[in-house]
């Protein structure tokens, strides 16, 4: 591990007021398998757009072997032999493989192409004629084509963005395998890009981890390095903030039992045998490495994920059977994760989607009441201090706190009773934060049944009660929330169990 | 190096919409110009002939509002399934199939009272015009098959039923070979009022309302408003999408069916391939220009209808009619360019 093969110094790179990278330095080791960790949105693909010369960083420098390349641009970059896969795949879907392979004229097996489709497809364990088209292959074969297309293009440097995020817990394996031999027998160099811990201690030898725009840890050895200091690296120290916990806690008003959900389509995750249930005036924290299968977990209890085993029962009723409106009925709401797209719905007025909740009850039969639903949305800007424009405006003119605001708002004016939140500070300003924890604590204070979804630790810690970590779909540990620390939960959500 | 780039306005004018229209007009009577100064025309003196002709007296200004009827009703069709992100080509197709339907059921039966006769037939037309989209419908909500493609294919087979009908079994023998079928008795005609003005026409300015309570007042325009913004929140309202979607289109193509059967019973009473002259196609450009408004797409309908009417006077001077055409395909370009500004802004940024 001597030669540094490519070296970034103090790159910095901002969208409008978002800084993706700040300051940070990346260094690779030539046919070395590097692990670059960071929760979502902490920088990491970024950084690999900057190394592929797609962005521009605004400050910084990078040297390839030793020369500094002032402008590095995709063509450079590609000369250099720096290739990436994109998350989303980027192969021309009626071409066949062949077609997809030798397409870029950087291409070096044009001539003795079978000679080198066989060797590699051996590596990849493919099985598959190079004249199938890409539109019939799964979507593990397709990742397998992309990480070939940068072999063929005679890359010697490989970006893989999050490879594994589509692919089954065999295709994994598999991509390991076929990972670890190009990086010895061919001394490619990799660079494995995930948010999960396991993939990373088994697929690379030296880690990098991100968070919020910075490098916070260089060159790690993966052999030596212990679970629990990757996670708070990932996850940052927890700061001591801590709301009062002296709430009244009354009867159950969720109850979640045995929930099962199979997928062996890649896209959403499993859930196994999950059983939990919320008082009044509780917050239950479910804490866990985003895609281990919380965001289904909600979908199931709020209606939307039908298909499901197990039951949910609200208030003593039995609503597994039942969608989302009886749910509602039930007072019932349901902050979700993504709050532009599924809780709020773009191209639509700030009007419109300030009832979403319910437009129903601004109706006379099929009549809908534009005054009530004003004086709805009125209510919500008075109560929750958003500051909006026009009613007639669309949704996406507010600010992302605002944005929020209205959606936690909308969820929360009617007084719920069991509440089902998602991610509800993500990507926030510090005093939208804490905006947004005051209504949550205050709607606890009130009676409500809280579920609390996050991957922020110092929220989950300030807020809940109680807390449940999730790994692979199961519920692996819970703690209250006087004996959870950094540490236990840490190992919990990396899957250990002490 | 600073380069250029696209930005989304954070406010757009309410009259935005209206202004481009000014604008896309302004735009295409200076092509009409132009075109007209090749041919050693005046075009003021064209110009003011199309309008004293179009609109100068009440017979020609009634003449204009007739033609205006189809493209609003196919046009405020068009503009219910837009709620839902869907675009309907097939208008032209369901105004053929809603005055097959209103000759379908004139034949086989019998009203005495002429006034229920003409409601049964017009709602004929309209169900006809439903039934016309009802296999794209059905494919786009259970399949996701795209609805332009389906309903422009289905304009092709109604176009090919109505020739057969007209050639084959509707046949009227006493037509001399012009393949048409049989005209409908004048019991059936809508009256007329104003000397020519079709009482059609009031009944557009019904639906016309109609559309614009539906698209903006009732429950069912809210949850199609929602649907059509993302169906991800549809879902997580607890509003069905897809029934949401599935019902604007029959509506929409309803209101199409219904611009068939009011050309049948007040312009050319008979089922020819004449019953549309391209009606559907044109509802597009009116639905485009006011971006889905139904008042709008009343006003620009009737300027439209006068448009065609002026066009087809001028001929009589030796001016081709095509220079109506031209001015009505322009205004949409002129328009939706004009709109393009309105909506978003060239922005200076650094690069890199």
Known sequence: MTEKLLEAKNISKSFGKIQALDNVNFHLYKGKIHGLLGENGAGKSSLMNVLSGIYQPEKGSITFKGERQKKLNPELAAKLGIGMVHQEFRLIENFTIKDNLTLSKANIYINDFEDAYKKYSEIFSLSINHDSIISDLSVGEKQKIEIMKLIFNNNSIMLLDEPTAVLTPQETNQLKNSLETLSKEDEKTIVFITHKLKEIKEFTETIFVMKNGQMVAEDLKTESVKDKELITLMMGEISTSVVKKNNKKGSVKLEVENITLNSDIGGFNNLVDVSLNIKSGEILGVAGVSGNGQVELANIIAGIQTNFGGNVTIKGEDVSEKGVKARKKLNLSYIPENRLGVGLAPGVSILDNSVVREYFSASYGPHLSKNKMVNYLNLLIKEFSIKTGEPKAEISTLSGGNMQKLLMGRELISNPEVIIAAQPTRGLDVSAVEALHDLIVNQRNKGSAIMLISEDLDELFKLSDRLIVIYEGRIIKEFDIDDANTNNVGLAMAGVIE | ?352
């Not at chain 2, 003011?48 to 069709?77: D, E, Q, R, T, Y």
């Not at chain 2, 048409?180 to 004048?186: C, I, K, L, S, T």
């Open chain 2, 1 to 352: 190096m600073n380069k250029y780039i696209l930005s989304r306005r954070t406010v757009v004018n309410d009259l935005a919409t209206f202004y481009s229209f000014l604008i896309g007009l302004f735009i295409a009577v200076c092509i009409g110009s132009v075109i007209l100064l090749v041919q050693d025309q005046n075009p003021s003196n064209v110009f003011s002939l199309m309008l004293k002709l179009s609109v100068g007296s009440i017979n020609s200004l009634s003449s204009s509002l007739n033609k205006a009827i189809p493209l609003i009703l196919a046009g405020l069709g068009i503009s219910i399934m837009n709620s839902v992100k869907l675009w309907n080509i097939g208008a032209e197709g369901q105004i053929f199939l809603g005055a097959i339907a209103v000759n379908l059921i004139y034949i086989n039966t019998a009203i005495s009272n002429p006034t229920l006769y003409i409601i049964v037939l017009l709602i004929s037309g309209f169900i006809g015009g439903s039934i016309c989209i009802l296999i794209p419908a059905i494919t786009k909500v259970v399949f996701g098959v795209n609805e332009i493609i389906t309903t422009l294919l289905t304009n092709y087979i109604i176009i090919g039923l109505t020739i057969y009908l007209v050639n084959g079994p509707w046949k009227d023998p006493k037509s001399l070979n012009f393949p048409a079928a049989a005209y409908v008795g004048e019991e059936v005609y809508l009256p007329t009022v104003f000397g020519r003005l079709s009482t059609g026409f009031f009944v557009c300015v019904l639906f016309t309302f109609g559309a614009y309570y539906l698209k903006e007042k009732s429950v069912f325009g809210y949850e199609m408003r929602i649907a059509g913004g993302s169906a991800m929140t549809a879902v997580y309202a607890g509003i069905n999408a897809k029934q949401k979607a599935f019902f604007a289109m029959l509506i929409g193509g309803g209101f199409a069916g219904l611009a068939g059967a009011i050309e049948l019973l007040s312009q050319t009473h008979r089922v020819s391939i004449g019953i549309s002259q391209g009606f559907g196609y044109t509802a597009i450009i009116v639905a485009a220009i006011t971006g889905m408004r139904p008042i709008g797409i009343f006003l620009v309908g009737c300027l439209f209808g006068a448009l065609t009417i002026g066009g087809a006077v001028i001929q009589t001077i030796g001016v081709s009619s095509y220079i109506a055409d031209i001015i009505q395909a322009s205004t949409l370009i002129g328009a939706l360019v004009a709109q393009f500004f309105f909506t978003y802004q060239i922005k200076e940024v650094e690069d890199g």
